[in-house]
């Protein structure tokens, strides 16, 4: 008699329990808002509340990985809909790490200088930059990875990339990673 093997059903289950919870963790900081004390900073962040395996490129599904991001997007802007008084000047913002979501996060902007640095709407300088342990560049990406993915933009916010080329000469290893910010427009925001 032939035994079936159990190993890959349990896989699955497990990883379907991540999921699920994953989707619980991101509706749970939908309807959160940063406490008031934190109104008068730069930023508050959330991380995404997943294992990492679960979304790693390796490891997650092609269809979590995009409903991962869709989710962060929705959001985001659920977030954005239900801002208390007093924090309308905030700027609610989805940072995409891609392919490694695991770096992603939910973003309330508060400081307008400081927002800045990530706004889909201002242009964006590429360049290289040296540092002790290796460099960075940054270019254009190669295509719009929220078009690629099928994901939605909400009414009222704006995207846009940025692709990483990172060298780190402590493993001796060239990274490349993008960052996309799908952010609240600034015409949503109260002066």
């Given at each position: 008699m032939r035994r079936l093997d159990m190993r890959p059903m349990k896989k699955l289950r497990g990883r379907a329990r991540y999921e699920r919870a994953f989707r619980r963790g991101m509706a749970g900081i939908a309807q959160d808002f940063p406490p008031e004390g934190c109104w008068r900073g730069d930023y508050y962040n959330w991380k995404l509340p997943v294992y990492e395996k679960v979304i790693s490129p390796d490891h997650g599904s092609d269809a979590f990985r995009?409903?991962?991001?869709?989710v962060m997007v929705?959001?985001?802007?659920?977030?954005a809909g239900h801002k208390p008084r007093g924090a309308e000047h905030?700027?609610?913002?989805?940072?995409?790490?891609?392919?490694?979501?695991?770096?992603?996060?939910?973003?309330?902007f508060f400081d307008r200088d400081y927002e800045f640095r990530f706004d889909p709407e201002q242009p964006t300088k590429h360049g290289c930059a040296?540092?002790?342990?290796g460099w960075i560049k940054s270019r254009a990406?190669?295509?719009?990875?929220?078009?690629?993915?099928?994901v939605a933009v909400p009414d009222g916010f704006s995207h846009a990339g940025i692709a990483f080329e990172e060298y780190q000469s402590e493993d001796d290893h060239t990274y490349a990673h993008e960052r996309w910010v799908v952010m609240e427009r600034s015409e949503r925001i109260a002066a």
């Open positions: 995009r409903e991962a991001v869709q929705d959001t985001a802007a659920q977030m905030a700027r609610v913002a989805a940072i995409i790490e891609w392919p490694h979501l695991f770096g992603s996060e939910i973003c309330v040296d540092y002790d342990m990406p190669e295509r719009d990875l929220l078009d690629m993915l099928q």
